[in-house]
C-alpha cells in the first residue's frame, strides 16, 4: 500500500468515527471512508443539497459555487458545508446532523418522495364520539361510524373483530376523541385524538432487510434501519434456501417466522426512534426478490426451485399484518407488490418504478447487479418494456473469488496497477485482508488495461508480479508482510474465470433484451445502475471488462437502493401501486436460457473486449 | 305416580334406546320421552311428513288417512309410517331411518330451507388449467385465473397467501383439475376437481350449541350434531361469564379459545359424518346472543356488562375462519349477523328471518323465552318492527326453583291435579327426581286452576297438601315414597315468586310493545314461540298463568330452534344476509328498564290473572 499524498484524520460526531484520509478527500469520500451513509441523491456533484454537515474545526477548501448557493452567509460562517464539495486539508472535526444521515443503506436515487403526489391507502380521520347513555344504546361501533358519517364521505364501513377489541377500552380510556385510521370501506386502527398515521417500507433483500418509517401524512422518514436477512444462517444464496425450504419438512414456515421476527425487531426498533407506537403503524409495502417474497408469505416454492421456476403468484398482494404475525394495527395489511417472473421480483419492479424507467421519454437500461442479475429495458413508442433475470452468480459480491470478502473493513475496494507499483483502497483504510466486488472489478480492469491478462481471460506468464500458486497461475496483489492477514493476497486465473463467467451473464442478457427490443447500442440514452454493489462499481473498469455493451451515448446513473425508495412511494401512493400493476402488465419476461443461441452468445461475452470487438 | 293404561315397550333401533308408554301413546311421543329427536316440522299434525319411521315388529294403530296419502302400498306393507299417526297398541320395534333424526336439537319450524332462494355468498367453479411449461411461465395464480377468466364472468379476483399455498401442491397434485371456491372477488379455496362447497351453520347458545353441515349447491343437510356450550363452566348464565371475562386479564381470550375448539371439534364431527374434508367447508354463519357472539369473537365485554350495556358491535361480522381458528378453507369467511341490542342478539334475528316475522302480513309476535327472552312484534303498515329484552331470569330453565332442574331423565314435565290427586309425566318416564321448567308452569297453573294459589300468588292455607316446610309455605307435589330421590317433591311459597317475576318480566314487556306499537292484544293474530323451552311449554299452563295478555285471535305456533334455521337460510343466501340487515336496521330497540312506569307494569305483571282482569 502506496500512500500518495500527505494524509489527515477527520473526526465525525456525533457518530464518534475517525478515518485517515489524503489530503483533497472530501468530506463525502471520507464519510464514506468512515462507514457513514451521508445522504447524497446527486452522487457527490453538489446539487441535491442533501449532503449537509458542519465543519467544527480544521481545515477545509473554501466554499465552492454550489455552496455559497445553497447557504446563507451566516451558516457558511457556522462551518455549514456540502460534504461533497468540500475538500480536506488538514485534520477535520465534523458534525453530521441526522437529517444528513443514511442509516444503514446508501440512497442515492434521485427524485426520492418529494415530487410524490401523497395518496396513502390509509388516512387518518379525528372524531368526538357521543358516548354511550341510558337514552343512546348504540353499540361502539355504530356510534363511531355515525359520527364518521355526518362528518367525512366515506361511504358504508366496516371493522374486524381486531380492531373492534381495540376500539372499546380505548375509546372509553381517551374519553370517546379518536383518531381513527381508514382504508377503503375498513377501519384498520384506532389511537387517541390526533395519532398520525405511520408507514412501513421494507426492502427484503436475500443478505440485506432495509426498513423505513414513514409519516403517512407528510412523506417524511422518521427512522430506518437496516439488519442483515437473518435467513442466511440456512443458505446464502436465493437457491440453497428454496432447496431448503423444499427438502425440510417444516423448512418453508421456519424460514418464514425467521423472517417476520426480524421485521418485527426493526419495528420495534423504529417505532422506538420514532417515539411512536407499532398502534399507529397502519400500512407497509414490503418488496423483495421472488424467492424473498415467497418466503415471507410462505408461498409454496418447490415449483420456483427447478424448471420451468414458475412463481405461486406474481400478482401483487394484500394481507393482514396480522396474518403475518406483524405487529402493527390490529387491522393492517401489508402490500407486496407484483412481479414480473420467477427470477424478476417485486423489488426489481420498485426499482423500476423509484427510477421511473416505466416512463421516461427516451431509451433506458437498468441493472441491479447481484447473485441474479435483473435488466429491463425501455424503449419509447413500444407498449412494453422487456425484462430479464441473468444467472451472474456471487462473484460480484466477493464469493467464489480466491481472496474475496463482502466490503466489510479491509476490503480492498479500489485497485490500480502501475508499471511497478499496486495501488489499492480498503474500506476503512484498515490493512488489507481481501477483495470485494469493486476491487476484483477493479483489478481485473487494471490487468487486462495492462496486458497482463488477454481478451479470453488469460494470464500473460512471466510478467512481473504474475507467478505459478498453489491454485495454479496467479497475480501477486498485496505481499503478505503488508497484508492485514500475513498472508500474500492473489487474484487466481480461476477468479478471472469467475468474473468472466459473471459478467458475461450480465452481458448476454443485456445484448438478448437489446435484440429483443431491436435496439442498437447507440441508441440507449441511459444506463441505470441500482442496488448496493452498483453503487460502488466503478463504471470505467465496468466498461474496461466488457460488462456492458458499447453504448456510446449511454449517460450511467448509480442510484444506489432504488428498492427502498420504490417500496415508500408505493407505501405513500395508490397511484404508484396501480403503477406497479400497470408496469407487471406491461413488462414482457424474457427467459434467456431458451433464447436462440444463448449459449454462444453467453460464450462471447465471457471474452473481454479487444480493439476489433465493439465495447 | 298413577298409571292410567296398560304400558308397552317401544324399542327403537338402531339408537338403541327402550322407553314404557301406556297404550295409545304415539311412536313421537314415545320418541320424544325416549330423548330422540324425530324430526317434525307440523308439531304432529300428521301434515309434514317428516316423522318416517319403519315398524319392524309389534302391534300399532292401521294407517291414517294421511300416511296412506303419502307411502305408497309397498311401503306401507314394510311398516312404514308417521310416527305422530301410529298410535302403540302392544309392544313395538321401531327403526328410525338417519333423515327423520333430529340429533341434539328439536327443528319444528315451518318451511325450513325448501323455501329458500338458494344464493349463497361461496360458488365453486370447475376448471382445467394448462400447466407451466418453458414456454409458459405465467405464475400458479396466473394461470388459474387466466383461466377462470377464459370460462366464467367473474371480474377481476385475487388470493391470499393461505390459498396460495393450498394451491400449487394441490395442482400439480391433481393435474390441473381443480374446483375453485369463489366468494366475491376472492378465492377461498381450491379442491380436487368437482369437489362440492360446503357450509357451516351454527346456533351458539348460552347452553347447547347446534352446529348444521349443509351442501351449498344444494341446501341439504348432510350432518347435524350439538354440545354443550363449554364455557359453562365459567358460568351458567350470560353475566357470570361476562362477568368472568371482565375480572380476568386472560378470561375473554380464554372463553373465545374455548368455544372455538369446540366449534372445531364439531366441524371435525359433522366433516366425518358426511365423507367430506374441512377443505371444502368454505363458509359459515354463526348466531347467538350477544354475549356469545363477543365471546366467540374475543371482543371487549366490559361495556356490555355494565350499565347502559352497549354491544361492541351490533354489525354484521364477516371475519376469516382462520381468524378464529376455525379449520376450513383455508380463505373461507365467518359470517355473524347484526344484532338488534345489547341483549337482543343474531340469534334472535335469525329466529325473526326463519319465522318471517318482518315480512308477514299480520299483526304477529315472537317470543324466545330463556334467561333473558327476547320479544319482537310486526305490525303491518308500521316501517320498523319493535324488540325488547325481558330479564326473565332462570326460573323457566328451573334453576333458583327449590326442586327445579334441567330437562333431564325424572324431570317432571307434565302435571295435572284433580281433587284427590296429582297426575305427573316424567321425563323418560322415570321416577320423578324435580321439576323442570314445563312441569313448574304447568304445575303452578294446575295449583292457580283449583284455587291453592290466589291471584297475588299466595297458597291457601289448610288445602290438602298445602303445608309449612322448611322454606315456609309448601304444597307436597310427591311424596318421598314415591320420588326418585326418596325426599318430598314440593313447590314453595318462593318458587310460585321466582315464576311470578318471570312470567311477569316476560309479560310487562309483551305489554309495553303493544303500548309502543299501539297494538291492541285482540289485534294480535299470530304468536311464535321460540326456542328449545318454547317447544315444551304447554300454551295453555303459560296462558292460565297469565304469560301472556288475553289475545283471543292469536294463534300460538311452537317452533322450536329457528335461529338454527334462520342461520342455515343466512348461510345459503346472501338475499337473506342483507334481509338481516335490513331487518335490525328497521327494528327499534325499546329499553324496558327506562320505559315510563315500567315498574308499576311489572307488578301488576306478576299477579295471576283473575276473572276481573284480562287474560
Known amino acids: 500500500m502506496t500512500p500518495i499524498r500527505s494524509r489527515h484524520q477527520i473526526d465525525f460526531q456525533p457518530v464518534g468515527k475517525r478515518v485517515d484520509v489524503p489530503a483533497g478527500t472530501t468530506l463525502l469520500e471520507a464519510a464514506i471512508q468512515a462507514g457513514i451513509d451521508l445522504s447524497s441523491a446527486c452522487g457527490g456533484m453538489g446539487l441535491c443539497g442533501q449532503c449537509r454537515v458542519q465543519v467544527l474545526g480544521g481545515e477545509v477548501s473554501p466554499p465552492s459555487l454550489s455552496e455559497i448557493d445553497i447557504f446563507s452567509e451566516l451558516e457558511l460562517e457556522r462551518g455549514q458545508r456540502l460534504a461533497c464539495c468540500t475538500e480536506v486539508t488538514g485534520d477535520v472535526k465534523v458534525h453530521i446532523p441526522k437529517e444528513s444521515l443514511l442509516i444503514g443503506q446508501r440512497l442515492q436515487i434521485e427524485g426520492d418522495s418529494a415530487r410524490l403526489q401523497l395518496d396513502p391507502m390509509v388516512r387518518a380521520c379525528q372524531i368526538i364520539v357521543p358516548p354511550p347513555a341510558l337514552n343512546d344504546l348504540r353499540s361502539d361501533l355504530s356510534r363511531v361510524l355515525d359520527t364518521l358519517r355526518d362528518s367525512f364521505d366515506l361511504g358504508p364501513l366496516q371493522a374486524e373483530p381486531d380492531v373492534l377489541a381495540q376500539l372499546s377500552p380505548l375509546a372509553r380510556a381517551e374519553d370517546w376523541q379518536l ?193 441474479n442479475s435483473e435488466i429491463v429495458i425501455r424503449k419509447p413508442g413500444q407498449p412494453h418494456l422487456a425484462s430479464a433475470s441473468c444467472a451472474s452468480g456471487p462473484a460480484f459480491e466477493g464469493a467464489h473469488i480466491s481472496d474475496g470478502m463482502r466490503a466489510a473493513s479491509g476490503a480492498i475496494e479500489v485497485v490500480k496497477l502501475s508499471q511497478n507499483a499496486v495501488d489499492i483502497k480498503t474500506v476503512d483504510d484498515a490493512p488489507a485482508v481481501g477483495l470485494c466486488g469493486s476491487g476484483i472489478i477493479d483489478a481485473v480492469a487494471e490487468l487486462y488495461r495492462c496486458g497482463l491478462l488477454n481478451h479470453r481471460g488469460r494470464f500473460q506468464r512471466h510478467a512481473s508480479r504474475v507467478r505459478k500458486g498453489r491454485q495454479g497461475i496467479e497475480f501477486l496483489l498485496v505481499e503478505a508482510s503488508e497484508s492485514g492477514s500475513g498472508r500474500d493476497i492473489v487474484i487466481t486465473q480461476k477468479d478471472i474465470n469467475e468474473i468472466q463467467l459473471a459478467k458475461g451473464a450480465i452481458r448476454a442478457g443485456l445484448e438478448v433484451l437489446l435484440q429483443t427490443t431491436n435496439t442498437r447500442p447507440e441508441e440507449v440514452e441511459e444506463v441505470i445502475i441500482a442496488g448496493a454493489f452498483g453503487s460502488y462499481l466503478d463504471i470505467e473498469s465496468a466498461k474496461a471488462i466488457g460488462l456492458f455493451p458499447h453504448m456510446p451515448h449511454a449517460r450511467f446513473r448509480q442510484v444506489g437502493n432504488a428498492a427502498g425508495v420504490g417500496a415508500k412511494q408505493m407505501l405513500l401512493s395508490k397511484q404508484m401501486r396501480n403503477r406497479s400493476e400497470c408496469l407487471t402488465a406491461n413488462t414482457d419476461y424474457v427467459e434467456l436460457t431458451t433464447y436462440p443461441k444463448f449459449n454462444r452468445k453467453f460464450a462471447l461475452a465471457m471474452l473481454f473486449p479487444n480493439d476489433d470487438s465493439p465495447r
Open 179 to 371: 383518531s381513527v385510521f381508514i382504508r377503503d370501506q375498513e377501519i384498520v386502527g384506532v389511537a387517541p385524538a390526533k395519532t398520525k398515521p405511520l408507514g412501513l417500507a421494507v426492502d427484503l433483500g436475500t443478505t440485506k432487510v432495509a426498513a423505513y418509517l414513514v409519516d403517512m401524512e407528510t412523506g417524511g422518514e422518521l427512522a430506518r434501519s437496516g439488519i442483515l436477512n437473518p435467513q442466511i444462517g440456512y443458505g446464502e444464496d436465493v437457491i440453497s434456501r428454496l432447496a431448503y425450504a423444499h427438502r425440510n419438512a417444516n423448512g418453508l414456515q421456519m424460514l418464514a417466522d425467521m423472517i417476520r421476527e426480524a421485521l418485527n425487531e426493526l419495528l420495534a426498533e423504529l417505532v422506538a426512534a420514532a417515539g411512536a407506537s407499532r398502534a399507529q403503524v397502519v400500512d407497509a409495502c414490503i418488496v423483495g426478490n421472488t424467492a424473498m417474497t415467497h418466503l415471507l408469505l410462505a408461498l409454496p416454492v418447490s415449483q420456483l426451485a427447478v424448471a420451468p421456476f414458475v412463481a405461486a403468484t406474481d400478482r401483487h398482494v394484500d394481507v393482514k399484518a396480522s396474518a403475518l404475525g406483524l405487529d402493527m394495527a390490529p387491522g393492517a395489511y401489508v402490500y407486496v407488490p407484483p412481479s414480473i417472473g420467477g427470477y424478476v421480483g417485486a423489488d426489481h419492479v420498485a426499482m423500476i418504478l423509484a427510477t421511473g424507467l416505466d416512463d421516461v421519454d427516451k431509451v433506458a437500461m437498468g441493472i441491479d447487479i447481484g447473485t
